[in-house]
Every structure is written in structure tokens, then in C-alpha cells.
């Protein structure tokens, strides 16, 4: 699976970043129901963005503009979220090489940084973590995978 590797001159935990594809995810919440969402949508696709995934009749799209994603959720999250996705690439194909979710967590926690949520160290394949940025907004690193 590529575990553990990374790019001459730069540590494992820079690398699989680097190699996975990242997006924001923005909650979003209009009391008066979808109009708020929808609008948020239009002004996107009015800078270029199109949809790539989900389902608007569930309150959940991704828009991408070229590599770039955003997604959006209405009252699923309780924060905007950044989100990692180690294993894919920017059309959420898989990638030939990356670090595994749970060597970058062992990596991160032996430098200090406290894990919101966990990944089973103990697993392979799909699995996901969390950290909190200062401002105590979600950061997941999630692998598909």
C-alpha cells in the first residue's frame, strides 16, 4: 500500500499530505430552508466551480473548478471542516503511492498533536482521523482506500 514512504528530502507526514487530494467542507444553514444552500451554489458555478458529487435532494453537493473542490452540507457538520483524502487524487481516483492513514497518526502523535478522533491502529483499509485546528475547526484525514 506504500506505507511509510515519502519524497527525498521532506518527512512522511508532509509527503502523504502532499499526495492526497484536499477540499473544505462548508456547513450550511439558512433557517428559511435550501435557499441559503442553493445561492451558495449558484455563486459557485458563476466562478466556474461544477458539480462533481452528491445529491442536492439530500442537501449535499461537491463542486469542483478544476482541482479544486468544495463541498457542501447543509446542517450535516457542526463546523466547516477541512478534509484530507490520502489515497485519492483530485477526481477521487486512487493513487499508486501514499502514506496509510494510521503511520501519518502514529507520526503526528509521537510529535505532540492531539487527536480528536482515531483511527484503529490495529486495521488496514479504510479509516479516518481528526484534529482541531486553534480555532477548534475539524481537520480530517481521511483515506478512502
Not at 450550511?28 to 458529487?53: H, P, T
Not at 481516483?93 to 491502529?121: C, I, P, Y
Request: aromatic share 8%; net charge neutral; with cysteine.
Amino acid at each position: 500500500m506504500g506505507a511509510g514512504r515519502s519524497t527525498p528530502g521532506r518527512s512522511a507526514a508532509t509527503a502523504s499530505v502532499s499526495k492526497g487530494a484536499k477540499h473544505g467542507t462548508w456547513r450550511v444553514f439558512d433557517q428559511l430552508g435550501c435557499q441559503g444552500y442553493r445561492g451558495f451554489e449558484e455563486d459557485l458555478r458563476k466562478v466556474g466551480f461544477k458539480v462533481f458529487a452528491g445529491d442536492a435532494s439530500q442537501n449535499w453537493l461537491i463542486l469542483k473548478n478544476g482541482d479544486h473542490a468544495i463541498g457542501l452540507f447543509q446542517v450535516v457538520f457542526e463546523k466547516n471542516i477541512l478534509t484530507v483524502n490520502l489515497g485519492w487524487d483530485s477526481n477521487a481516483e486512487k493513487v499508486a503511492s501514499f502514506t496509510d492513514v494510521r503511520d501519518l497518526q502514529r507520526q503526528l502523535k509521537a510529535q505532540g498533536v492531539q487527536l480528536h478522533q482515531q483511527a484503529d491502529e490495529s486495521t488496514t483499509g479504510p479509516a479516518s482521523f481528526v484534529a482541531l485546528d486553534p480555532d477548534g475547526n475539524p481537520i480530517l484525514v481521511d483515506q478512502h482506500v
